[in-house]
């Protein structure tokens, strides 16, 4: 299994753009989550996913962002319009269980995200 | 609010000696505990967890400790190694609640 996939891996935007990120989860796996790390809050949960319904998006910092999750394989994280203190790294991550504790989660390799 | 800090940003420790990376909570409903660790440009990996109802967890090199009292819990690495550098996220978790660490960047020197 290739893990978890996300993309691109880099991406550098201008203020007011849209930029959505994208992730495919490890086949088979429940759940998916998106977090956002930055130096100053390490690592914060944005929103996750059960069965491709989204449970908790008490995260998602401001209506600016926005995530869907239209089948089992894919999963968008939106940012319109973008801000430079939206730059940070993303990270998508599965889990081959239900719900957010007790499970071990996987990690795609993270965005990148840098808005000028 | 932070729920899961880890207040010591980095750690160096010699090869062959032991690091210990330390973990504080505040939420006493967590009751699952995790261990991740990350190298550069790429994702966190899960390294070791504990439940509540354990004091200690050891794998290989890693053992996890948990002072529930305390509400501290730490990653103890023995004997400590070059590849062993890496940041170091500590987790707790609930129920439909997980809290991650700021995470602590660990070099171990040759």
């Known amino acids: 299994d290739a893990g978890v996939i996300q993309s691109p891996r880099h991406e550098v935007t201008e203020m007011g753009q849209e930029v959505t990120l994208r992730c495919k989860p490890i086949s088979g796996h429940n759940s998916l989550f998106w977090y956002r790390q930055t130096m100053m809050r390490g690592l914060e949960l944005l929103i996750y996913f059960n069965n491709n319904v989204p449970i908790d998006d008490s995260g998602m910092p401001e209506d600016r962002f926005s995530a869907k999750m239209p089948n089992a394989s894919f999963s968008t994280l939106k940012i319109q319009p973008s801000e430079p203190r939206d730059s940070a790294v993303y990270f998508c991550a599965s889990s081959p269980l239900g719900g957010i504790g007790y499970n071990e989660q996987f990690f795609g390799p993270g965005t990148r995200l840098t808005v000028l | 609010d932070q729920q899961v800090k880890q207040n010591s940003p980095s750690l160096s420790v010699q090869e062959g000696r032991i690091s210990i990376l330390n973990c504080d909570y505040t939420?006493?409903?967590?009751?699952?505990f995790l261990w991740y660790k990350k190298y550069p440009a790429e994702g966190p990996t899960f390294l070791i967890s504990?439940?509540?109802?354990?004091d200690k967890n050891e794998d290989g090199r890693f053992t996890v400790f948990l002072n529930k009292s305390a509400k501290h819990l730490s990653l103890h690495i023995v004997p400590s190694q070059p590849g062993d550098s890496a940041v170091y996220f500590c987790?707790?978790?609930?129920?439909?609640?997980?809290?991650f660490g700021a995470g602590t960047r660990l070099t171990v020197k040759p």
């Open positions: 987790a707790a978790s609930a129920n439909n609640d997980m809290r």
């Open positions: 504990i439940s509540s109802i354990k």
């Open positions: 939420n006493s409903m967590f009751d699952y």
